[in-house]
């Protein structure tokens, strides 16, 4: 089943903040998104002109949702006053939720969002039930009653203070309790060109748990202008990449690169404000085309289901020069037989394949022109047709000459396989397949550089077999 998310926070005009950035993060991040308004704004990037809360409607657009839907992680943003506080407080504890919290009281052009004092009631009430909180440092200054007069490196210590006060305001009482909870103080410290965001930890170590920080660096970008929402989708990256089963510190780090790679591109609006980019650039929009092409090439045959592996099958393109998973776009939860066609589980998203992207990713560092690959039905006969009868270029991998330390990491079983390839035909061949093992499947890798390439090597294995 496909990941849900809820995101209970403001609506914002420009989408690019509140709401309507939480969405398009969840989507962005391979999940799909459902929404609980608190409050519509009156807003532009660069001006606030005030809102109306929603909390006399809150209760019902919450039971609309979960009588309905098993959701678990919801990102809580906007409350906009007492009553939308204890409704979704009181939701929370019903449905044991997974809560990520940004809290955000004022806008980013310096206006409340919230009514005045609001924010002891949320400290007193919701933080006990928040897995997450993601202050920035103004916000963490306030909860935390410390003023950092200096941001540099040299004063990490203190931040670590301040983080793990606020980590402890997570728990009831004044002790950290036997659950994973964190603090990220976001742009807490910098030092010349650099700035840093500080993750306080209650982490889990066999049978204990121990207070845990890591400091994630990067550069300070020269911005020109109000960057509006940047909270918004760094909360909303943690809560999606939660609800896809990784672990808490993981889910954070996996969080900061989104955002780390979002944030180099803005959207220019006429006032000079700027929103994260966060719609598919032109060459993502190529390589979901190109992915389109294929499937809809596969999915009116029913003669290809023959080809469809037990595993299912999946279809990934990558980016000209895709360094990562991220920048490798399959389709989510693959490929799968339903009324004697190739049905596709999910949407096409990047970031989803794992195999396919790790064989594209190993292959793309002997050959760059590599972008695509398929896993195919091994099938004996097929192997014998294809040699004797066409020009592609076959390779058989060994499994049984696989090293076992190679065996035991699954990334490094990608590697060694391309290379086996390379070390034996000089290239990556057109097909690379294998007898399987213990516990792998039978398979054939279909590789090519375009959808064009991919169907016309399709065509000569359907019309071989």
Request: hydrophobic share 40%; net charge neutral.
């Given at each position: 089943?496909?990941?849900?998310?809820?995101?209970?926070?403001?609506?914002?005009p420009t989408?690019?903040?509140?709401?309507?950035a939480?969405?398009?993060t969840?989507?962005?991040?391979?999940?799909?998104?459902?929404s609980?308004?608190?409050?519509?704004?009156?807003?532009?990037?660069k001006?606030?002109l005030?809102?109306?809360?929603?909390?006399?409607?809150?209760?019902?657009?919450?039971?609309?949702?979960?009588?309905?839907?098993?959701?678990?992680?919801?990102?809580?943003?906007m409350i906009?006053?007492?009553?939308?506080?204890?409704?979704?407080?009181?939701i929370?504890?019903?449905?044991?939720?997974?809560?990520?919290?940004?809290?955000?009281s004022i806008?980013?052009?310096?206006?409340?969002?919230?009514?005045?004092g609001?924010?002891?009631?949320?400290?007193?009430?919701?933080?006990?039930?928040?897995?997450?909180?993601t202050p920035?440092?103004?916000?963490?200054e306030?909860?935390?009653?410390?003023?950092?007069?200096?941001?540099?490196?040299?004063?990490v210590d203190e931040?670590?203070?301040?983080?793990?006060i606020?980590?402890?305001k997570?728990?009831?009482?004044?002790k950290?309790?036997n659950e994973?909870?964190?603090?990220?103080?976001?742009s807490?410290?910098?030092?010349?060109n650099?700035?840093?965001?500080?993750?306080?930890?209650?982490?889990?170590?066999?049978?204990?748990?121990?207070?845990?920080?890591?400091?994630?660096?990067?550069?300070?970008?020269s911005?020109?202008?109000?960057?509006?929402?940047?909270?918004?989708?760094?909360?909303s990256?943690?809560?999606?990449?939660l609800s896809?089963?990784?672990?808490?510190?993981?889910?954070?780090e996996?969080?900061?690169?989104?955002?780390d790679?979002?944030?180099?591109?803005?959207?220019e609006?006429?006032?000079?404000?700027?929103?994260i980019?966060?719609?598919?650039?032109d060459?993502?929009?190529?390589?979901?085309n190109?992915?389109?092409?294929?499937?809809?090439y596969?999915?009116?045959?029913?003669?290809f289901?023959e080809?469809?592996?037990?595993?299912?099958?999946n279809?990934?393109?990558?980016?000209?020069?895709a360094?990562?998973?991220?920048e490798i776009?399959?389709?989510?939860?693959?490929?799968?037989?339903?009324?004697?066609?190739?049905?596709?589980?999910g949407?096409i998203?990047?970031g989803?394949?794992?195999?396919?992207?790790?064989?594209?990713?190993?292959?793309?560092?002997?050959?760059?022109?590599?972008?695509?690959?398929?896993?195919?039905?091994?099938?004996?006969?097929?192997?014998?047709?294809?040699?004797?009868?066409?020009?592609?270029?076959?390779?058989?991998?060994?499994?049984e000459?696989?090293?076992?330390?190679i065996?035991e990491k699954?990334?490094?079983?990608?590697?060694?396989?391309?290379?086996?390839?390379?070390n034996?035909?000089?290239?990556?061949?057109?097909?690379i397949?294998?007898?399987?093992?213990?516990?792998?499947?039978a398979?054939?890798?279909?590789f090519?550089?375009?959808?064009?390439d991919m169907i016309?090597?399709l065509?000569?294995?359907?019309d071989?077999?």
């Amino acid at each position: 089943m496909k990941n849900f998310c809820l995101t209970i926070a403001g609506s914002d005009p420009t989408s690019g903040a509140g709401i309507q950035a939480d969405i398009r993060t969840f989507d962005r991040c391979g999940v799909h998104p459902f929404s609980v308004i608190t409050a519509i704004t009156y807003q532009s990037a660069k001006k606030f002109l005030g809102y109306k809360s929603l909390s006399d409607t809150l209760d019902f657009q919450l039971d609309a949702i979960f009588n309905v839907y098993p959701i678990k992680y919801v990102k809580v943003g906007m409350i906009p006053d007492g009553k939308a506080l204890e409704i979704i407080v009181d939701i929370i504890k019903r449905e044991d939720l997974f809560v990520v919290y940004d809290p955000v009281s004022i806008s980013s052009v310096g206006e409340r969002l919230s009514s005045e004092g609001l924010e002891l009631e949320i400290e007193r009430d919701l933080f006990p039930h928040v897995r997450v909180l993601t202050p920035n440092l103004s916000e963490a200054e306030w909860y935390s009653n410390i003023n950092l007069k200096e941001l540099r490196l040299e004063n990490v210590d203190e931040l670590k203070k301040m983080a793990r006060i606020l980590l402890e305001k997570l728990y009831t009482g004044k002790k950290l309790k036997n659950e994973e909870k964190a603090v990220v103080i976001k742009s807490g410290l910098s030092n010349q060109n650099e700035i840093y965001d500080v993750l306080s930890y209650n982490k889990k170590v066999e049978f204990q748990f121990k207070l845990d920080f890591i400091i994630f660096k990067k550069k300070i970008t020269s911005i020109e202008g109000n960057i509006h929402g940047t909270g918004c989708v760094f909360s909303s990256a943690i809560t999606a990449f939660l609800s896809k089963g990784y672990s808490l510190p993981k889910a954070i780090e996996m969080a900061e690169a989104f955002f780390d790679e979002k944030f180099q591109n803005f959207i220019e609006l006429p006032d000079t404000g700027k929103v994260i980019a966060l719609t598919a650039s032109d060459e993502e929009l190529n390589v979901i085309n190109q992915i389109k092409e294929v499937y809809n090439y596969i999915s009116n045959m029913r003669k290809f289901t023959e080809l469809i592996p037990e595993v299912r099958l999946n279809i990934s393109c990558s980016l000209p020069n895709a360094k990562n998973k991220s920048e490798i776009a399959g389709i989510e939860g693959r490929i799968t037989i339903v009324n004697s066609y190739p049905k596709a589980s999910g949407e096409i998203k990047f970031g989803i394949s794992d195999h396919t992207a790790r064989l594209i990713l190993a292959a793309k560092k002997f050959d760059n022109s590599i972008n695509f690959v398929m896993n195919l039905k091994y099938n004996p006969k097929w192997i014998s047709l294809i040699q004797k009868n066409t020009k592609l270029k076959l390779h058989e991998i060994k499994r049984e000459k696989q090293p076992n330390e190679i065996k035991e990491k699954e990334f490094s079983t990608m590697q060694w396989l391309i290379k086996e390839s390379i070390n034996e035909s000089g290239k990556i061949p057109d097909i690379i397949w294998d007898k399987g093992s213990i516990g792998k499947e039978a398979m054939m890798r279909l590789f090519g550089k375009s959808s064009s390439d991919m169907i016309e090597k399709l065509k000569i294995i359907l019309d071989t077999i």
